[in-house]
């Protein structure tokens, strides 16, 4: 009697959670540069807080049309190859019943097993078996577009909330190195929830994130420093 094995894998979240993690880690890092550039030019708080603001727009409109237009693209090839794939099953099915116990005996299994796998999964389901094992399309790795664009541009928001809180919050004189305090410890804070729902290192996720944030913020106080916007 065959018992059911039920096992959670994280192949599932794919789809948003990479979306979900660049528009994040995008949303505090470009803003946090951003904002802490126009310190080093001199900016005033109130000049920080409207740019930090339109930041947190322009990024997030951004991030959703390029999210949109990148998955989008690749559902539009999918269902290409998908159509070609299904004319092909038509005028030569014998050509792809060979082709697929070919990928197959590739695979590891005897020609014999692989040829009666391939006419057992034909019969089953010919379009799912060879967009799945030719091609690599797979249901669990597909993204929605719209999905996609919308969990992007809703993580940017996020992500940019934390340099705005903390413009609104710090201590005149100490906007600069309260946003990069805050930026520091949120990439870290990104970095580990990412891990975690990825299921691999917490501590090299926070690294990996932090290190890069802390690289653009450093390169962006440089170039600000070069300006003085208080002369203008």
């Known amino acids: 009697m065959y018992s059911h094995h039920h096992e959670n894998h994280l192949i599932q979240r794919a789809g948003w959670l990479r979306a979900s993690v660049l ?3 995008d949303g505090i890092i470009s803003v946090t540069s951003l904002i802490i550039g126009m310190a080093a030019s001199g900016a005033s708080t109130q000049t920080l807080l409207i740019t930090c603001i339109a930041g947190l727009i322009s990024g997030a409109t951004s991030m959703a049309a390029g999210e949109y237009i990148s998955v989008k693209s690749q559902v539009d090839i ?16 014998e050509l792809e ?3 697929l116990t070919h990928i197959y005996v590739l695979r590891g299994l005897e020609p ?10 034909t ?3 010919a379009l799912e078996a060879h967009a799945r094992d030719e091609i ?3 249901e669990n790795t597909s993204a929605n577009p719209l999905q996609a664009a919308g969990s992007s541009a809703l993580a940017f928001s996020l992500g940019a909330l934390f340099p ?4 609104l919050l710090s201590p005149e004189g100490l906007v600069d190195k309260t946003v990069m305090i805050v930026g520091i410890i949120s990439l870290a804070i990104l970095g580990a929830i990412s891990s975690y ?6 501590l090299r996720g926070c690294l990996r994130v932090t290190l890069w944030g802390v690289l653009a913020m450093g390169f962006a106080s440089l170039v600000g420093s070069f300006f003085d916007v208080s002369t203008f």
């Open 97 to 99: 019943l060979k082709e």
């Open 164 to 167: 705005m809180f903390a413009i």
């Open 197 to 202: 729902f990825a299921g691999t290192s917490i």
């Open 136 to 138: 690599g399309i797979h």
């Open 23 to 25: 528009g994040a880690n």
């Open 112 to 121: 014999n097993l692989a040829h009666e796998v391939a006419i057992q999964l």
């Open 123 to 125: 019969a089953h389901n």
């Open 78 to 93: 999918e269902e290409a190859d998908l159509h070609t794939e299904r004319k092909e099953l038509e005028k030569n099915p």
